[in-house]
């Protein structure tokens, strides 16, 4: 992103969640705070609609991640961090009274978010903090009192390899850490119809300031992963998301494309 502007993807994946819950009623994420943070209608989502496969994309990572930050409020974990919170709202309609509940972001992105919530009358829950950071200019910095539960989502692929290296350093650092994150494959290596259209979203997010930088296959993440500790790690591509959410056991294993993971540091 910018320095001096709010992120524009964060806008924009707001804009597919929000879409979401109209145009699928929040089947796979339901989020009813969604519209009403970036003070849409549901009509204005209408006729202007954000593309199809990838709001269900990211409503599956949405929900896949939030299946398994609950599973870890279940096991004792009472820290959820969010980092690049954009416009998410999963802090201001936690469901767990004791989860707190930690939004890390870029101080402009932080920023144009207050504003968001102040103009649409959501309220800061006392369980939310704040942090503000620069993941390709500072290092990940935050006071924990325990094992705490990283919400990673629709960061990765913007960052440095280096940037997100550091980050997850930090994540490794405490037994009992967990981390969801959804990562993209290399186009290079698609068919040339997938690789296309990933090359074509490439293009209009490098145009405005927020390229892709970094990408992963899934041998490589597995690797890195264990590398710094983690275990326990569910990776969800194509396929498996599509069986999880979408009722589709048809898609083939090696289809390649988005991938939603979730690892735990013993």
Known sequence: MQTGQASKTAYAAARY??????LEHGSILSDPLALR???????????????????????????????????AVGRGVRTAVVLGAGLDTFAYRNPFPELTVIEVDHPDTQAWKRDRLAATGIAIPSNVRHAG?????????LELDGPAFFLWMGVVPYLTIE??????????GRAGNE?????AQNP?????????????????????????????????????LGSHGFADVEDLGPSGLAARFFDRPDVPPETPGGHVLHARRP
Do not use: C, N
């Open 17 to 22: 969640r929000a879409a979401h819950q109209v």
């Open 188 to 224: 290079d290596r698609m068919p040339a119809d997938r690789r296309a259209a990933l090359e074509a979203r490439a293009a209009r997010v490098a145009k405005i300031g927020e390229p892709w930088l970094t990408f992963f296959e899934p041998s490589e993440i597995a690797e890195l």
């Open 37 to 71: 943070i970036l003070g849409h209608e549901p009509e204005e989502l209408l006729g202007d609609a954000p593309r199809r496969g990838m709001r269900l994309f990211i409503a599956a990572r949405h929900r896949f991640a939030e299946d398994h930050l609950a599973a």
């Open 163 to 172: 940037a997100f290296t550091e980050t997850l350093g930090f994540i490794a």
């Open 133 to 141: 950071v620069d993941f390709e200019r500072e290092k990940l910095r």
């Open 179 to 183: 981390v969801v994150f959804d990562y």
